[in-house]
C-alpha cells in the first residue's frame, strides 16, 4: 500500500510583472502576423505550432512554442494547449503554425484540430479567437476566412 506522504506534490505558479496597458494589444489577424512574425526563427524550416496567450482586453500575456514538428507536419497535443493557458490566466487564445512549404491552404488536419480545439475551449469558456498559418510571405487567418 502507497503511503500518501510518499506521492509527489504538484506546484502550479504564475507570475506577472507587466502592467497590463504595457502590453501589447492585438485587433485581428494583422496585428498578430506582424507581432509574431519577425521572432519565428525557423518559419521556412520546420513545421511549428504555438499559442498566443491574451488577455481580456486582447493584450498579450505572451506566446508559448508548444510544438516542433519536421517539415511537412507537427504533431499538437490539446491538453497542453489548455494547460498553458490555464497556468496563465488567458482569456482567450490565439493558435499559430506554419508552413515551411509556403502554401497557406489549411489541410484537413489543420481544419479538424481546428474544431477539436474551438470545442474544447467553450467547454472550459476558453475561447479560441483565431488559428493563423504563417509563411515567411503571407498568412492565413482561419477567422478572417470563416474557417472557425
Known sequence: MTDLFSLN????SYSHKAKPSSLPQVCGSKDVYDLVYPSWDD?????????????RANRVLG???LFKGGQSGV??????????ALKCSAASIVLLHNHPSGNLEPSDSDLELTRKVVEIGKLLELPILDHIIFTSESFCSFQDEGLM
Open 9 to 12: 506534490e504538484i506546484t502550479v
Open 43 to 55: 518559419i521556412d524550416y520546420r513545421e511549428s505550432f504555438k499559442i498566443l496567450l491574451l488577455s
Open 63 to 65: 506566446i508559448s512554442s
Open 75 to 84: 504533431v499538437v497535443d490539446p491538453k497542453l494547449i489548455f494547460q498553458t
